[in-house]
Nanobody, 127 residues
């Protein structure tokens, strides 16, 4: 079983920054890709960013490109999402997810490939 715990959400003004963290436990986290998704009220959950097990390869959704950076520290079993130049439309619950496997594969940006999810952390951007 895999457990994911997000932190770092909060209230920030337009143009500000936040860094989300996701600590993974259970199976060997460093062998699997990680991703971040978000869901705003009344909208479907959308892909934000993904990172391969090694951290070498990353992918971003259109809303995140140029502003967000995903990274990971396998020694700490932690994935991060650095969010800069935040906009009101970034307001959402942000979820960390762990790839269902197999281990050592490239990143994935499809929700159905993620078997494990955190509880979510609220990000609110005020104008």
């Amino acid at each position: 079983q895999v457990q994911l715990v997000e932190s770092g959400g909060g209230l920030v003004q337009v143009g500000g920054s936040l860094r989300l963290s996701c600590v993974a436990s259970g199976r060997t986290p460093s062998r699997y890709g990680m991703g971040w998704f978000r869901q705003a009220p009344g909208l479907e959950r959308e892909f934000v960013a993904a990172i391969s097990w090694s951290g070498v390869r990353t992918d971003y959704g259109d809303s995140a490109k140029g502003r967000f950076t995903i990274s990971r520290d396998n020694a700490k079993n932690t994935a991060y999402l650095q969010m800069n130049y935040l906009k009101p439309e970034d307001t959402a619950v942000y979820y960390c997810a762990a790839d269902s496997g197999p281990p050592y594969r490239d990143y994935v940006d499809v929700q159905s490939e993620y078997a494990y999810w955190g509880q979510g952390t609220q990000v609110t951007v005020s104008s």
